[in-house]
Every structure is written in C-alpha cells, then in structure tokens.
Nanobody
Framework: VQLQASGGGLVQAGGSLRLSCAAS????????MAWFRQAPGKEREFVAS????????YYADSVKERFTISKDGAENTVDLQMNSLKPEDSAVYYC???????????????WGQGTLVTVSS
C-alpha cells in the first residue's frame, strides 16, 4: 500500500490547513489510519487516528478541539482539518496505516512521504 499525503504549506498563526492522504489500495475495515508529525530535532509524535469501520477518532491532547480527522471511504482518503494553528504545530506531517490501534509510530506498517506544515507567528 502506498500513501500519498498532500495539503501542507505556510500559514499564519490562527489559520487553517487541510491535509489529505490517499491510499493506493483498499483500506480495510480493520485498519487504523493516523497522522503523525515530526518537528526538527524531535521524535515523531502521534497527532490523530481514526478506526476505518467505526470512525472512532483519537487525538493527542495538544491538538484536541483544534484538529479533526475524517475519512472518505469511497475515495479511500483520510483528511486532517487543522484549525487555530500555532507555531508549535509546525512539522512534517505523515499519514500512516496500522492493523491495530496504537499511538506508537513503530506499530504502523505503511507511511506516506510527509507534507510540510509551517505556521508563522
């Protein structure tokens, strides 16, 4: 499975961006799709995830109430709507797929190439 992330860019603090991740193959109902991010000099960290079948969502505390993860089953895509962006949200954002729920990057089997989000103050 190949994952293609898009939608990153430069935005001012308080602004919004929408990231999208397209999968090259069918996403099965048991799969978990997630977004992670990695800022320079920092470890990759969990941002949000969604269970493909139930649409249950999970968020890192740092993005709750600001970010929303959603899926489009017909298009085989998962999006991340990011509102009220802060400079500390600046990072390369990666989409990923796992077979079971986890907040740990090592549990994810497939990764997109990453898309850069820069939030200016």
């Amino acid at each position: 499975v190949q994952l293609q992330a898009s939608g990153g860019g430069l935005v001012q603090a308080g602004g919004s961006l929408r990231l999208s991740c397209a999968a090259s193959a069918r996403i099965y109902s048991s799969n978990i799709m997630a977004w992670f991010r990695q800022a320079p000099g920092k470890e990759r960290e969990f941002v949000a995830s969604i269970r493909w079948l139930s649409r249950s969502t999970y968020y890192a505390d740092s993005v709750k109430e600001r970010f929303t993860i959603s899926k489009d089953g017909a298009e085989n895509t998962v999006d991340l709507q990011m509102n009220s962006l802060k400079p500390e949200d600046s990072a390369v954002y990666y989409c990923a797929m796992a077979r079971t729920y986890s907040r740990y990057a090592k549990e994810y089997d497939y990764w997109g190439q990453g898309t850069l989000v820069t939030v200016s103050s």
